[in-house]
């Protein structure tokens, strides 16, 4: 099947869902599509135990999309840059100890957490798995995504403050999970080899990279940008710090999530402010949502879909289950410890905390990631788990936060 088929597939399927999402079901877009595509996947499982002739196109087009690779190399840069084009400075200023600590400080506190405590279910279950491999799953599953509960949070009404702190924090820990992931998997591939103070180094020179970089393709587009008035050329240029910047990161080994969200603030605030016109502004905006919305349902589709390649493993879909209870907790104590740094200034209540606890949704990047994984490392195990704690995290947390946030 060739590049062209597959993402007409993907294309037709995704404007099908939310079609019936919209016409019948009427759930915020990425839970009602993810639903619809998790149901077609297990009555096509079911089918194709009587007939399985009748799952063998799916899995065939699902196999033949290297998930891992089309969301980390193509297109998480566009989500990022999207989302950070939106957050507004001024905003962002007002809570940043909160997001700098829940996007550094918990994202490895629940690592920690996630990766001790599933090293000991799994001496539970008798399956040997080295440490290092436990934190692997501990990093991949830490990075919240916000995409299906923003839109929840919003007609609840919540303050501005704790949804920008949502917001913000997911924006910048998925690259610095990302970053903790292949300082983790560096030092699992190659044991006793580093030191800590090489792991010190990668991590810095991965995040700090990928932040400078950002900044350097996000002001050189301002200066681009703020010397013309053509909102085709602009957003072309949007297009072309995304794209680009992103290979240049790939290149040179650091961040390119980080980058792109340091872009995205860049030139979301000085960029609009300063180099462009009103009707640039506008055009912008409009082209980097729609833009944002068709990839977030595509990815969502794309997450539903993946029932149909899961390993069929009765103890792994168990600890599968016990693994949503364990990365609860850890996402508990991640939020409740640096917010009592925060408290002492008073912008944290315990109601925040269990909103940003429940409201902590996982997403394609803990999947893709796991799915990035090789066999030697654990990959089976660590793609199943990951989808359960995903799977009950959009459908379960993202249908019930709106109430537990109005109420």
């Known amino acids: 099947m060739s590049l062209f088929d597959t993402f007409a597939i993907l294309i037709v399927l995704s404007a099908l869902f939310a079609y019936i999402n919209y ?20 009555a096509l499982v079911a089918t194709g135990k009587i007939f399985p002739v009748a799952l063998t196109d799916l899995a065939m087009l699902v196999n033949s999309i290297d998930f891992a690779h089309l969301l980390m190399e193509v297109m998480l840069g566009f989500m990022l840059f999207a989302g950070a084009i939106h957050i507004r400075l001024e905003e ?28 000991y279910l799994l001496g539970w279950f008798g399956i040997e798995m080295p440490y290092m491999y436990c934190l692997l799953f501990g990093s991949l599953i830490s990075p919240t995504d916000p995409i299906a509960v923003m839109g929840i949070l919003k007609e609840a009404n919540i303050a501005k403050s704790l949804e920008m702190k949502i917001a913000g924090e997911s924006l910048f820990n998925d690259g610095v999970a990302v970053v903790v992931f292949l300082t983790i998997l560096e030092v699992a591939l190659h044991p006793g080899a580093m030191a800590w103070t090489d792991v010190a180094v990668l991590f810095a020179r991965e995040a700090g990279g990928g932040i400078l970089l950002g900044m350097t393709v996000g ?29 240049v990161a790939g290149l040179l080994h650091i961040s390119g999530p980080l980058a792109m969200v340091a872009a995205g603030i ?11 016109s009103n009707l640039t502004a506008e055009y912008v905006d409009k082209f980097w949502e729609l ?41 508990y104590i991640s939020v409740w410890l ?17 909103i940003l606890t429940w409201g902590g949704l996982r997403g394609g990047i803990s999947i893709a990631l796991a799915l990035s994984l090789t066999p030697e490392l654990g990959k089976d195990l660590w793609v199943t788990v990951t989808y359960c704690v995903v799977a009950f995290s959009i459908l379960v947390q993202g249908l019930t936060v709106g109430k537990l946030a109005k109420g």
Do not use: C, W
């Open 291 to 331: 833009l944002d919305e068709t990839l977030n349902a595509i990815l969502f589709v794309l997450i539903g879909l993946e029932l149909v390649i899961l390993p069929f493993n009765g103890s792994y879909f168990t600890l599968g289950l016990l693994a949503i209870v364990l990365v609860l907790l850890a996402r």
């Open 92 to 119: 962002l200023k007002k809570v940043r100890m909160a997001v700098i600590l829940f996007s550094t400080l918990s994202v490895v506190l629940s690592t920690f957490i996630v990766g001790t405590g599933v090293y």
């Open 338 to 354: 640096p917010a009592q740094i925060i408290r002492l200034k008073g912008e944290m209540d315990r109601r925040t905390i269990l």
């Open 266 to 276: 860049l030139i979301g605030n000085h960029g609009k402010q300063y180099a462009m």
């Open 219 to 247: 002001y050189a587009a301002f200066l681009l940008m703020r010397s013309i008035d053509s909102y085709k050329v602009e957003v072309l240029i949007t297009l072309a710090v995304v794209m680009g910047g992103y290979a």
């Open 23 to 42: 016409r019948f079901i009427r759930l915020p877009s990425a839970i009602g599509l993810m639903l619809i595509a998790l149901l077609t996947s297990i």
